[in-house]
């Protein structure tokens, strides 16, 4: 099965507003993870990515907030813009240079 | 800076019928290379990854295979498609780290 996993399959949010979308992860000695964004038919776009050392990184109007008490990742999306609307998934680091999917979040922008 | 292509854009073949897929990244040297297959909705597979010319690891058996005839080339091929094979086939790359970055896919429909 599938070591990570998000919280929520969609989230709707109103242009503007701020975004969080959730991830739990299962190995507890994962170093790294990334956050993609993948529009409809494209190819995932990297985001912003974290190491175990770290707690929190931020990118232009994106924040990835790492829990490694209980295993949680999380993207927030300052000022959520219509562009924003994409799946997102989290990956996390397996070894050898390979990364484990979730099933990705569906973010929706309400204008 | 690096790009990668990937080519055709979109597929339609029958079953039995045998499949190419082209990858190839520019802009850098001796990456390692991923084959991802996506089914709708959901996330990503990982099918076989690359870290040299002729140096291919297969993550799941399937019908599919991979080669790798030069360093900055990589091939997805099956000799007899089926229905199962149909998805969003995805390429990625990466040196020496995780962090990997994705074509544009390859829309494959098997009829």
């Known amino acids: 099965g599938e070591s990570v996993g998000l919280h929520l399959p969609t989230l709707s949010v109103q242009e503007g507003d701020n975004s969080i979308i959730n991830c739990a992860y299962s190995n507890s000695a994962s170093d790294y993870f990334i956050w993609y964004k993948q529009e409809s038919g494209k190819g995932p776009q990297f985001i912003i990515d974290i190491r175990s050392n770290m707690d929190k990184r931020q990118g232009q109007r994106v924040t990835v907030l790492l829990n490694k008490t209980v295993k949680h990742l999380s993207l927030q999306i300052a000022a959520t813009q219509p562009g924003d609307s994409a799946v997102y998934f989290c990956a996390e680091n397996r070894g050898d240079y390979k990364l484990s999917f979730g099933a990705g979040t569906t973010v929706t922008v309400r204008a | 800076s690096q790009t990668i292509h990937q080519w055709p854009a979109t597929l339609v073949q029958p079953v039995g019928s045998p499949l190419s897929l082209e990858c190839t990244v520019e802009g850098t040297s001796n990456p390692n290379l991923y084959w991802y297959r996506q089914a709708a909705g959901r996330g990503l597979q990982l099918l076989f990854y690359?870290?040299?010319?002729?140096?291919i690891s297969s993550e799941v058996p399937q019908n599919l295979s991979a080669s790798r005839p030069q360093d900055r080339q990589f091939i997805l091929s099956s000799k007899k498609l089926l229905l199962s094979d149909s998805g969003f086939y995805l390429c990625a790359w990466s040196v020496q780290t995780a962090e990997q970055y994705f074509g544009p896919g390859t829309r494959l429909t098997v009829t």
């Open positions: 690359s870290v040299g010319i002729g140096q």
